[in-house]
């Protein structure tokens, strides 16, 4: 069996926080406990485990800063609040993400540090960035799913098949 690798997407400081209400939490968590239905005969369980729903809560009501949209405990942190071993809590967030409840980032920082011969920069993962996906907003590609160029940019090709790059007149309709 062959997984899809997807590029997890990097980004230094914060993260990409996204605010959320209490209402929008709760579609969420309603959305979640939804596909935790059992969905094939025989299962006792759907898609979402009920790990994988304590995991949900715990980053939704006790990490998620609803003002800010903040969201980076650790591992170990996450399986505390929601009663389950690291391990748990690693596979419940992959499994979650893979399902498009919720979507994390690497967050990073540079340091800058003194070498033998001079000084250098050096990047550090700190922590993971948690960001939870609101079931009424559109999904919206990352930035490695996203096409290249500009929204201005119209692409057109050659005869050989090679892409021309164009721009948009906006006096024309």
Known sequence: MTHAYKRREKVFGAGRPRPMDRNA?????????????RREKGKAYGPVTAKMLAV???LAW????????????????????????????QAAVAALERLGL???VNRLVRRREHGP??????????????????????????????RSGTRIQVYSFDK???????????CQS
Not at 26 to 36: D, E, I
Not at 65 to 76: V, W
Not at 163 to 170: E, L, M, V
């Open 25 to 37: 939490k709760a579609r969420l968590m309603t959305l979640a406990r939804a596909l935790m239905r």
């Open 56 to 58: 949900l809560e715990a």
């Open 62 to 89: 006790t990490f998620h800063n609803a003002g800010t949209g903040l969201c980076f405990p650790s591992y170990e942190r996450i399986a505390e609040a929601a009663g389950c071993a690291r391990s748990t809590a």
């Open 102 to 104: 919720l979507s994390w």
């Open 117 to 146: 011969a001079s000084w250098r920069w050096r990047v550090l993962r700190t922590s993971n960035g948690y960001r939870l996906t609101d079931p009424r907003e559109p999904a919206r590609p990352s930035n490695t799913e996203r």
């Open 160 to 170: 050989g098949g090679r892409k021309k790059i164009r721009p948009r007149c906006y």
